[in-house]
């Protein structure tokens, strides 16, 4: 059997488009012959050629409208939108360590941009009846860490809500509605991370990973995902091969998550 995603010409946005996650949707994408724009704050070090890069803060609405506006511009709209920026900065210590400036951060990093260019780009995907909306929120909204992730957290749930939420709404007029959980991924980022904490602690990489692992209440598969396999599940979940698929959350996180 061929596994064609059909995906040939189609256009898609991708935020948080040039590291990690976002920098493997846009391989994927491309190389499946869809047309990407993709966006970020800074530069792409490896650009894809052929791929258009944006530059803006779309944690910012300014930012979310310029990417709006350039989209709008080039082509009219997108036939998908990938949401994958998203990410923490908010200081150790709890409920207390939080004030409101890190609370808005947090919901304005993870929750405001796809709220924003949603708003924006779907009046275009409903005229022409048919569109794909993906939101990556994370595995934290289901198992938040007290002590470092509750506004991250928080943020992803509220995500997840809201794309649900859309999907009930958007999906009778033709555009799929989907969010897509990472647990924890070996992203350029993770690997320093594993780097910082195995130098903290004494020891090599491999007992720096074992130490997040255990963190997150351990990995039963024994390794984080690959950004590669992010990258693929949402590129079937995009596609026409996946048309019936609306309104669901894909956990991809080797079993992190105790419970069905
Ligand atoms: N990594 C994990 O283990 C993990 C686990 C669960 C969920 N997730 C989720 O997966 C998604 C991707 O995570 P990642 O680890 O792959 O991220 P990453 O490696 O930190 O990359 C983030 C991307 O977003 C861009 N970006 C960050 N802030 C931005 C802003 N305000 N405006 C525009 N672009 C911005 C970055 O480029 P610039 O810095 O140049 O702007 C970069 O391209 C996030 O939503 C994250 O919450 C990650």
Redesign the pocket.
Known sequence: MSFDLQLQGKRALV?????????AVVHALWDAGVRVMA????APVHPVDGVLYVA????TAE?AAEVAQAVLSQWGGVDILVN????SSAPGGGFAALDDAQWFKELN??LM?AVRLDRALLPAMLAQGSGVIVH?S???RLLPLPESTTAYAAA?AALSTYSKALSKEVTPKGVRVLSVA????E????IALVERVAAQAGTDAEVGKRIIMQSLGGIPLGR?AK?QEVADLISFLVSPRAGSISGAEYLIDGGTVPTI
């Not at 935020?15 to 920098?23: C, D, I, N, P, R």
């Not at 966006?39 to 800074?42: E, I, K, V, W």
């Not at 992203?187 to 993770?190: E, L, M, Q, S």
């Open positions: 935020t948080g488009g040039t590291k990690g996650v976002g920098a966006t970020a704050r800074s803006a803060d779309v944690s930012g994958v920026v998203g990410g990093q993870n941009p990556v994370s595995i934290q992803k990472p647990g924890w991924i992203t350029d980022a993770a984080p950004p």
